[in-house]
Nanobody, 122 residues
């Protein structure tokens, strides 16, 4: 079973950038679809984007398209979320998740990290 640990969250001003990392251990990392979700206070968990087994196949939510980029390194068993042009609405706890199937539904992901807080100040 894969374990996921996120890092890289913090406080950033609007318009700034941040890079989140999700380190995986156990399991076969290259066999998992890796995704990022986020949850803001009082809101449901929201899909941010995912990368398939090939690091070049990515898909993003409309709210982050063009600003966020997901990359994975199967050699390093790590997935990254590069966030640019951050907005206060991006404030949330960000989670990485792993699944053996493609999808944007949180219920389809069986492995989750503990989350890392991102706060974007205006």
């Amino acid at each position: 079973q894969v374990q996921l640990v996120e890092s890289g969250g913090g406080l950033v001003q609007a318009g700034g950038s941040l890079r989140l990392s999700c380190a995986a251990s156990g399991g076969t990392f290259s066999s998992y679809v890796m995704a990022w979700f986020r949850q803001a206070p009082g809101k449901e968990r929201e899909f941010v984007g995912r990368v398939l087994w090939s690091q070049f196949d990515t898909f993003y939510a409309d709210s982050v398209k063009g600003r966020f980029t997901i990359a994975r390194s199967n050699a390093e068993t790590t997935v990254y979320l590069h966030m640019n042009s951050l907005k206060p609405d991006d404030t949330a706890v960000y989670y990485c998740a792993a699944s053996v199937r493609d999808g944007a539904d949180a219920e389809g992901y069986m492995h989750w990290g503990q989350g890392t807080q991102v706060i974007v100040s205006s």
